[in-house]
């Protein structure tokens, strides 16, 4: 592990109140990132990756409440620091791209005056200075004409555009951390070669810690060093990404890869049947019991913790894990 | 081979959409070559996948062989019959014998019925049976696809997203179809869900004799359901093979870069294999780039040396291997090449 976590989660637990009553959404997760590190949160829809992120970068909607839990950003806790606080390292220190570029992009306002914006919001530059980092920011993700690119407004853009655009914006101040959820989800697959490559070479050339969101096991495999897996608002299972896929030992995580159509392995896909539980419901004991072919008495009655298995760098939560 | 007649065959198809331009004097500025003379053949009982970037045109096929759009030339027959001159009472029994089922079903499904009603509104739009033997048939869909019979009464929003897409097999199934296109329908689902109605859509193939058209962006989905696949680009077939060939010796510089920039779930081939990045997006098909219609993007004519042919030569489908067309003129560089060999991540 690396010597020192940029951002460090610890145990955090995030809660919606609505109508119908009280939605569990995360349930206890921990995950570290080092400097310059790349880390994946993967996990089915609903398991609470985009959650995690909200609540990281403290934007989370009205109904959600962290409800406890860490989140260490360089030394500082970041669950209790003041909104204004907060202001000053969102898109400075920590900055988030998300799957929908254009609902997170103004639509009247053009590329060019957003991403002035974005700077001008943190560093003390005049609109000119603003304005011509933006034209170089353009034309560093590949956009051709950056001058004349300026003046478009977000909806004149592909979708592959627009998320380079968002790349490039999120770390234009250089920030320490990137959180990037489901980025390239609603590209095809060639545009999305594109902005992974892009999202590549930029983090490492400024050397960013990049948290990857993704379902997506391809992505992450390309990707990633780490991987977390997520799954009803828990942590499931967490190793170094080589030894993920050689040595899954959760049950889920080894379901989750018999789900996926992989080259070489004809025959039926090992579906894991049944559906998720109903996050409504406070969990009790291990949330993938109902699914499990493993569980054990125990199962039903405590949420077995994240431990090592085999080495200290693989972690487990389960009471009978699949054999190495 | 034998001589049999196709299941379908697809015959130089175009379906172009016109541009309008204008509220109230409409007037025609252009034309979407959504298809632009595709022609495919499907046999009884197999699969053939269909892949290719957004807007390449897939959904637009799919839907005219449904009968949902009409060809602008070209012809789709069924069985020997032409779909377009048909006669109108013969039609209807035709079209039954072709179903679609939609990436989200819930667009599909009348959010005010129960989805017994809906799985069987085809029934009863073609007058099969009574009302008792309609029910009894739901019964027996909702069996088939694995839901149980008490859902009959439920309402749309009350299912998961994997159990709507087993409704909406139900309903496609109800008139016993020969072929049904499934656009991307397994595309929204989770993967352990996706993987559930993948090994249902199989097993109902060999139960029942489907034959698939199988429309989706997810590359390792397509090659694990296919026996064939196509490759759309801007309107155009660019590649047909075997699952097997297409997927170990893509052959069109295209299919090249597909299969090379799609992630696998391996990170040792992740970290070995090489990827060829297209630049830029694909061109606006109302107005396609004249010659080949990829070379505004293609990396082997750059390494060519920009031959001319390319953007003033339209390439046909070939045959160069048993079984496996392709339309570029320069397919032969490609073969056996070490390019090829990067890209669909093979080991030296
Ligand atoms: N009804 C229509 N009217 C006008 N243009 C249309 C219509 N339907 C499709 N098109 C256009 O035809 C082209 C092909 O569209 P189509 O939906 O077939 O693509 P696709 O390959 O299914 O893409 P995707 O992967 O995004 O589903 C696109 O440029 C699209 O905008
Ligand atoms: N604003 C909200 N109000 C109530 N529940 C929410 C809200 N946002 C998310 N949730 C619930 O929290 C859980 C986790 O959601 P999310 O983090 O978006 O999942 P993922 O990103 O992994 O798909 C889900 O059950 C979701 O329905
Ligand atoms: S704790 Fe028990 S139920 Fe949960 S995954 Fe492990 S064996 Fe299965
Ligand atoms: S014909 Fe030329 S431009 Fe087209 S795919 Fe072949 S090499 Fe590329
Ligand atoms: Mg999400
Ligand atoms: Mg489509």
């Known amino acids: 592990m690396n010597a020192e976590p940029v951002l460090s989660v610890r145990e955090l637990v995030v809660r919606f109140a609505t109508d119908a009553g009280t939605v569990h959404a995360v349930n206890g997760v921990t995950f570290d990132v080092g400097a310059g590190d790349a880390i994946g949160l993967v996990g089915e829809s609903g398991s609470g990756k985009t959650v995690t992120s909200l609540a990281v970068m403290r934007l989370l909607p009205k109904a959600g409440r962290i409800v406890s839990g860490e989140v260490v950003f360089r030394g500082k806790e970041l669950t209790t620091l003041s909104e204004h606080e907060m202001r000053g390292l969102r898109g ?6 998300l799957q929908d570029p254009l609902s997170s992009l103004n639509p009247v ?13 943190h560093e003390d530059v005049g609109r000119r200075a603003a304005r011509e980092r933006a034209a170089e920011l353009l034309g560093s993700v590949g956009i051709p004409g950056a001058g004349d690119q300026l003046e478009r407004f977000p909806h004149q853009f592909s979708g592959g555009m627009r998320q380079r655009v968002m790349i ?15 980025p390239t989800t609603a590209l095809d697959v060639t545009v999305q070669a594109q902005v992974l490559e892009l999202l590549h070479e930029l983090t490492k050339e400024l050397g960013t810690a990049i948290v990857l969101i993704s379902h997506d096991l391809g992505i992450m495999a390309r990707m990633t060093r780490r991987i977390t897996v997520m799954y009803a608002g828990f942590v499931m299972e967490s190793a170094p ?14 379901g989750l890869l018999g789900s996926i159509p992989r080259a070489g392995a004809d025959g039926e896909l090992r579906p894991i049947e049944g559906a998720p539980p109903d996050l409504e419901r406070a969990p009790v004991g291990c949330p993938f019991e109902p699914r499990c072919a493993r569980r054990i008495a125990a199962c039903r009655e405590t949420m077995p913790p994240l431990v090592p298995a085999a080495d200290a760098s693989h972690l487990v939560a389960c009471h009978n894990p699949v054999p190495s | 081979m034998n001589a049999r007649v196709p299941l379908l065959s697809i015959d130089d198809l175009r379906v172009h959409f016109p541009i309008t331009k204008g509220v109230v004097l409409r007037r025609t500025v252009g034309q979407v070559q959504a298809v632009d003379g595709v022609s495919l053949e499907l046999s009884e009982g197999e699969t053939v996948g269909l892949v290719g970037e957004s807007g390449s045109g897939k959904t637009t096929l799919g839907r005219a062989v449904v009968g949902l759009y009409r060809p602008t030339s070209g012809s789709i ?9 048909i ?6 029994g035709v079209r039954a014998q072709l179903q679609m089922v939609f990436q989200d079903p819930f667009a599909s499904l009348d959010p005010r019925w129960p989805i017994g009603a809906s799985i069987g509104e085809p029934l009863r739009i073609h007058g099969v049976g009574n009302r008792r033997e309609r029910r009894t048939r739901v019964g027996e869909l909702l069996d088939v696809v694995g839901l149980p019979r008490r859902m009959a009464g439920r309402f749309p929003h009350e299912l998961s997203g994997g159990q709507r897409q087993r409704v909406g097999l139900a309903r496609a199934l109800a008139l016993r179809p020969a072929l049904i296109v499934a656009d991307e329908a397994v595309s929204a689902l989770d993967v352990s869900v996706q993987a559930q109605i993948i090994n249902l859509l199989q097993r109902l193939q060999r139960e029942f004799g489907l034959t698939y058209l199988f429309i989706a962006h997810d590359l390792a989905v397509v090659h694990h359901i296919s026996d064939r696949v196509a490759v759309m680009y801007l309107g155009r077939l660019v590649e047909l093979a075997s699952g097997s060939d297409l997927y170990g010796k893509p052959l069109h510089p295209y299919t090249v870069s597909l299969l090379s920039a799609n992630p696998v779930p391996d990170p040792a081939v992740e970290a070995r294999r090489q990827r060829i990045v297209l630049p830029g997006d694909p061109p606006n098909p109302a107005s396609p780039p004249g010659g080949c219609r990829f070379h ?39 073969a056996d090449s070490p390019v090829q060999r990067h890209a669909v991540g093979a080991g030296d």
Do not use: N
């Open chain 2, 77 to 85: 027959a069924f069985r020997g019959t032409d779909l377009g001159t």
């Open chain 2, 87 to 92: 006669r109108s009472e013969d039609a209807k």
């Open chain 1, 109 to 121: 306002l053009t590329i060019g005056e957003q991403i002035a914006e974005a700077i001008r919001a």
């Open chain 1, 168 to 182: 490039a914006t999120a770390l234009v101040l250089h920030p320490k951390v990137l959180i990037a959820d489901e």
């Open chain 1, 92 to 97: 400075k220190e920590i900055s988030m791209v």
């Open chain 2, 296 to 334: 505004t993007r293609c990396w082997l004519r750059e390494r060519l040396g920009s031959p001319e042919r390319c953007a003033s030569e339209d390439p046909p489908l070939r045959g160069l291997a048993s079984g496996h067309t392709v339309a570029c003129h320069f397919a032969e560089e490609v």
């Open chain 1, 241 to 254: 990404t080589v030894e993920l896929f050689a040595r899954p030992r959760h049950p889920y995580t080894v």
